[in-house]
């Protein structure tokens, strides 16, 4: 079988990782949140982030464990059986593949509105060549994302903080309910995902004992304080209700700040930021199904790797393919909910997996309930629909089970697999 190249170090798998985090999520993500939350978002941000935190560090036990490709799909199949183990990689393909393709539509709608589709599908197709070339220049490129990004963030939080227009009681606690704190803090998880793309390069990482348990929690920290520091400004100019109705939160905060001037760069920010998750995403996706596919969960010839560039060519096609025609037909509101649910559930199966690792139980068991609390607490849609989905996957799972042991079967026997 043939194997990926050891090439990231820590600091490369940092950046993968907060790369993925550090996107287009805070600039989209905020709004949905304060709409379900109001004053209380800040909160749903801190359970969001402890729920990340545990999940983040049964991720880091079990990669350190099982440093391949695939991630919790490795770990679930591996600590609790082939149906929990592909159940974890079905959430997280079609979770993802969900929010590939928003990634794309928010950078056409901030590039080009008017074609934003086309913009999207044309984004899905560069960056799928550029992870078809190897995975250092993907590295490369998500390094210069990130720079790019935290620099715009850093300045709509200077900005807006200096600006004279913040109003401190729009931080107050007014009225709330705990569904409203827990579906806020389920929106809000959609921003913290991407720290699992460290683990789904498992195979990829230099000593990935040593790296990985370092780069997952250093990455998540490292975003968790870019998140509180938009968050706090971005509300404490626009208040509750402005930020809930607010299209695009952080320009329509500049522009409350009197600083109208600095939005299209805001704007270019949003952009890059969506290009750096969609980068990253089409290359955790397509691990994960590398890893399926070598399990024989999806069509095997989806395991090769290119013999040149070391990356799963035929995956990653495969992936850029589905992503671009889901880009070029799909509405971006409301994917958020439908993928926070499918990660979460992907993140329930880690959380059960690192808890057969015996030692200190008290992480997975908060990471366990708090994925299972979340994802039951998201708007009713995105949970029906969830559930709906991993309905399908599971009947998919009986049907290619049934067929494998009959023509296991057959072979036993003596008799010609039909």
Not at 205 to 212: F, Q, S
Request: hydrophobic share 55%; charged share 10%; with cysteine.
């Amino acid at each position: 079988m043939s194997t990926l190249q050891r090439r990231l170090g820590t600091t490369d798998a940092v950046i993968i990782g907060l790369g993925s985090m550090v996107g287009a999520g805070i600039f989209i993500a905020l709004a949905p949140a304060a709409a379900a939350a109001g004053s209380w978002l800040l909160v749903g941000l801190a359970v969001a982030a402890v729920v990340a935190y545990c999940n983040a560090t049964s991720s880091a036990r079990l990669a350190a464990l099982y440093p391949q490709s695939g991630g919790t799909y490795v770990y679930g199949r591996e600590r609790l059986g082939d149906f929990w183990g592909y159940l974890a990689g079905w959430s997280f393909v079609v979770g993802k593949t969900a929010s590939c393709a928003a990634m794309a539509l928010t950078v056409g709608s901030y590039v080009w509105p008017a074609y934003a589709h086309a913009v999207a599908v044309a984004a899905v197709v560069a960056l799928t060549a550029v992870n078809y070339r190897g995975i250092q220049k993907s590295a490369l490129l998500t390094r210069m994302v990130v720079a790019v990004v935290l620099a715009v963030l850093a300045a709509v939080v200077v900005i807006v903080a200096t600006s004279g227009h913040t109003d401190a009681d729009h931080l107050r606690l007014g009225h709330g309910t705990v569904l409203g704190v827990l579906q806020a803090a389920g929106l809000l998880f959609f921003a913290f995902a991407g720290y699992a793309r460290i683990a789904t390069l498992g195979e990829e990482v230099r000593d990935p004992a040593r790296t990985i348990p370092r780069a997952i929690p250093l990455a998540l920290g490292l975003a968790l304080v870019v998140y509180a520091a938009v968050a706090v400004t971005v509300l404490a100019v626009l208040g509750p209700h402005g930020l809930a109705t607010a299209a695009a939160p952080l320009a329509d905060a500049v522009r409350a700040a009197g600083a109208g001037g600095f939005e299209p760069v805001v704007r270019v920010g949003a952009a890059v930021a969506a290009l750096g998750s969609l980068l990253s995403l089409i290359l955790g996706v397509s691990r994960t199904t590398l890893a399926m596919a070598r399990g024989h969960h999806l069509p095997v010839g989806l395991a090769a790797v290119h013999p040149r560039f070391g990356v799963p060519h035929r995956a990653e096609v495969a992936v850029g393919v589905v992503v671009a025609a889901l880009a070029a037909v799909a509405d971006v509101r409301g994917v958020i909910g439908f993928s926070s649910f499918a990660v979460l559930v992907y993140y329930a199966v880690a959380n059960a997996s690192a808890w057969t690792l015996g030692g200190r139980r008290i992480i997975p068991a908060v990471g366990l309930i708090g994925c299972v609390v979340l994802s039951v607490a998201l708007p009713l849609p995105a949970v029906l629909s969830g559930a709906g989905v991993l309905a399908l996957g599971a009947v998919i799972y009986a049907i290619r089970r049934l067929r494998y042991d009959r023509d296991s079967h057959d072979l036993d026997t003596g008799r010609k697999p039909g």
